[in-house]
């Protein structure tokens, strides 16, 4: 229920918020996502995962089981790809960077910190 009110009220934050609820993955592993590793069938591989205390990518710890690849389910591919065209549009920094969810500035991924205020303000 919550959901359909933060893809309409926080629109830059939706889709992550909604990868993350509908993939069951760690903050890490969807922060990582770059959008060259999204096939047209909406399948990912989950590469890489980031350190956000460290501003760091690394490969996937295999400790922290993630799997090699997973498929969006259509709700959120769509939301994930409307994301995307709203960054090239926008001709957004972020794009530079090749991660599927910049930040607003674009230098890092969109913050936990960012989606839990979003949660926060929604419950």
Same mark, same amino acid.
């Given at each position: 229920m919550v959901? +359909?009110? &933060?893809?309409?009220?926080y629109p830059? !934050? =939706? +889709?992550m &918020?909604?990868?993350?609820? #509908?993939?069951?993955? %760690? !903050?890490?592993?969807? =922060? =990582?996502? %770059?959008? #060259?590793?999204?096939? /047209?069938d909406g399948v990912i591989a989950i590469e890489e995962s980031y350190d956000v205390s460290a501003n760091v990518f690394s490969p996937v710890d295999q400790r922290k089981k993630a799997p090699p690849m997973m498929a969006l389910e /259509?709700? #959120?591919l769509e939301l994930v %790809?409307?994301?995307h065209r709203y960054l090239i549009e926008r001709n957004h920094p972020g794009l530079a960077t090749g991660l599927l969810f +910049?930040?607003? =500035?674009? #230098?890092r991924p969109v913050g936990n910190d960012q989606?839990?205020?979003?949660?926060r303000r929604r419950r």
């Open positions: 959901l +359909p009110i &933060i893809v309409e009220q830059f !934050y =939706a +889709p &918020i909604v990868a993350l609820y #509908t993939l069951g993955l %760690r !903050y890490c592993h969807v =922060a =990582a996502m %770059r959008s #060259t590793k999204l096939s /047209p /259509p709700r #959120t %790809r409307g994301h +910049p930040s607003e =500035a674009g #230098t989606l839990n205020d979003v949660w």
